[in-house]
């Protein structure tokens, strides 16, 4: 269905190639995720793939050469007066375009000579095929099976695209998509705005889709559910590489010849240093018994030692030039964690929030949840998980006291410094660099606060970047270090990995584990929950289940 080959990209006055020869497949039946940090060049494969971009070298190849690609580009690209209708019903133009055409297409036969009557049969079968897949996508009735699936079942479907969210765009662009019956998917971060449920669904979509798909996404346990192999973007060597499985598959793989590897390094590294020992003994031996005598035999066997010295030398050169030399195996550089453990912890045991009858929302007639009686203690990470729209962001939004409850009271400990993380990434002034935001945050020089900072994967230059030309990864990542620079020992963080990539994520996870403070957190990569979270609050249909958690070690 897709073949890449060989695609090597170097963008002008780059050093180094973005892409270099990457070359994999994709099958019908296949679900391929494509994987690597953000900045690898996910994007610029995908645009390649899609024309939008040309390569430098290399070929893509789509069989059949009018197969039916279904792309979801991270926003949904439709004015915002356009009728949601619009979007979602390409298939209802589709269909009136091929009746038109089958309408002129029929009058010019009838006055067609013999000449022109090839080409018009040929284009008039075209146009039969087109009515008759838009006919069964359009009476289908798949439409409201797929709204109802990405929770858009109650959009009003001749309001404008405007009024959507930009989650409800992403996921009406995925419904519209879906729609068309495409024979090979190509998904950019489809999970992005989904909820749980949404995701759900879109998995057992995908798992009975009888096309190919390739997608990229940082959901771990999305592409562990749907994928039946992975292609790796490296960021340093720009290459990719195949790896056949899901991702859970991918990560056993490359840690076991890390391990592998660094084994074989570390007896190498032993080898070389007997080698030279051995060397740098046998002649300081030759070089004290030629000094110690002036025998000529035993300054004939000295020299004897010495040359045997200088073999063993030579023997160590062409070990270590040698093709089976090991390099030493690098690993991803870590978001540094040791700055969380500065944040002054709070007693153990100790209530820092209690809700008591507590109703949230925007108006009392209708509040969002009602009769709230909850407690957060110290050292508790609780994610808030539920479908959108049930009142998880709300209910941040009212422990924080943006938003007042409509009933009930919140008690927050007089200990308790909150720091929060917004889901939109408001917080951050677009015309600032991380280096002003760090300096505002805490009391530092410029020098400790570019440590800081380098701590959070801002390195060089980089520090003095304009937040509006950050990456959400990015940005949540200075966000991080900006609450902990404050000594926040509550963060308080609403989809705080949503933009993150799959090493970003990891890094987050582990500032969670080693962060000494409390969170409270709404999140919906289940990955994520598993490893970070000791309760969960669920929220859904005005009811909030609370659960114990085990944290996994896996």
Known sequence: MLVVSNISKRFPGADEPILKEITFTVNPGERVGLIGPNGSGKSTLINIIMGSLPADTGSVQFNPPKLRVGYLAQGIAAPDETPIRDVLSQQANALREAEDDLERLGIAMVDANESEMDTLATAYSDALERLEHASNVVDSG??????????LAGLNLDAPVGILSGGQKTRLGLSSLLLNQPQLLILDEPTNHLDITGIEWLESWLQNFQGGVLVVSHDRTFLDEIVTSVVAINQVK???RVFEGNYSDYVETVH????????????????????????DRTMAKSVRKENATNDDQQRRYAKKVAKRAKAMEKRLDRYIESDDRVEKPERT?????DNLNSVEALPPDREIITLRDVAIGYDASTPLLTNLNLTLMSGERVAVLGPNGQGKSTLMKTVIGELPPLSGIIRIANTVKIGYLAQEQEILDPTSTPLETLLAAAP?????????????????DEVFTPIAQLSYGERACL?????VARGANLLILDEPINHLDVPARERFEQAMTAFR????????????????????????NGILTEEIRQVSDT
């Open 142 to 151: 798949e439409a409201e099976r797929i709204l109802a699936g990405l929770n």
């Open 238 to 240: 720009h290459t990719a």
């Open 444 to 460: 530092m020089t410029q020098t400790e606060a570019r440590t800081f900072l380098h701590f959070y994967l801002f390195s060089g």
């Open 517 to 540: 403070g409390s969170v409270l957190a709404v999140v919906h990569d289940r990955y994520f929950v598993d490893k970070f979270a000791t309760k969960t609050w669920h929220i859904e």
């Open 479 to 483: 966000m991080l270090a900006a609450l």
């Open 256 to 279: 076991s010849e890390w391990d592998k590897q660094w084994s074989q390094w570390r007896g190498q590294q032993i080898e070389i240093a007997r080698i030279k020992y051995a060397a």
């Open 333 to 337: 550089w870590p978001l540094r964690m």
